[in-house]
């Protein structure tokens, strides 16, 4: 079955840096697009970043355009979202999720925890 | 971007009776390339992660009720829950993908039992 599990959260002050992965199994990895979203303390659902399944096409959402990276090592079968110059509101769980054929995610990790804080 | 609007924001629901969450697009979520519509349904359990119910407006993904049913075109979706049960209990999201380089959810509506 889908399995995607994420690692790399943590805590760390604002402008620091951190460094997500998300592990993939039970699926062809290179076959899918994936996406980080991400969930604030008590709040809704907000999408990150979108990666092809061969990596030619990315998408970000503005408040991380610039900021944030999303990268993936097909051989590893393992997402990354290279996350810079954090700040506060970027505080939240960070899920991986997998496509179903439409840009949508489909499959849902169980999330990181990323607190940015002094 | 397109904004996702979803109302109610909460419900409360006895065992047994229907529910409906409407979700409205600033914009129309029909693909020409296709005809088919990008607007999905997921529930968040409390204390688990999200989870898909719907796509492409009213195809049920693998596993989910019957009891669970979505309709709509164009801007105007709503998902339906024949009967709410126990386990129904959580935030519900709709979520546009038309633009994938702008992928947005509704603020979520929050489903509690009577």
């Known amino acids: 079955q889908v399995q995607l599990v994420e690692s790399g959260g943590g805590v760390v002050q604002p402008g620091m840096s951190l460094r997500l992965s998300c592990a993939a199994s039970?699926?062809?990895?290179?076959?899918?697009?994936m996406h980080w979203v991400r969930q604030a303390p008590g709040k809704g659902l907000e999408w990150v970043a979108l990666l092809s399944y061969d990596g030619n096409d990315k998408f970000y959402a503005d408040s991380v355009k610039g900021r944030f990276t999303i990268s993936r090592d097909d051989s590893r079968d393992t997402l990354y979202l290279q996350m810079s110059s954090l700040r506060p509101e970027d505080t939240a769980v960070y899920y991986c999720t997998r496509e179903c054929r439409g840009w949508y995610p489909c499959y849902w990790g169980q999330g990181t925890v990323v607190t940015v804080a002094s | 971007d397109i904004v996702m609007t979803q109302t109610p924001l909460s419900l409360s629901i006895t065992p047994g009776q229907p529910a409906s969450i409407s979700c409205k697009s600033s914009?129309?979520?029909?693909?020409?390339?296709?005809?088919?519509?990008?607007l999905y349904w997921y529930l968040q359990k409390p204390g688990q992660s999200p989870h898909l119910l719907m796509y492409d407006v009213f195809k049920r993904f693998s596993g989910v009720p019957e009891r669970f049913s979505g309709s709509g075109s164009g801007t105007d979706f709503t998902l339906k829950i024949s009967r709410v049960e126990a386990e129904d209990v959580g935030i519900y999201y709709c979520?546009?993908?038309?633009?994938?380089?702008?992928?947005?959810f509704g603020q979520g509506t929050r489903l509690e039992i009577k």
């Open positions: 979520m546009q993908s038309i633009q994938p380089s702008s992928i947005t």
């Open positions: 914009q129309s979520l029909l693909r020409s390339s296709d005809g088919k519509t990008s």
């Open positions: 039970g699926f062809t990895f290179n076959n899918y697009a």
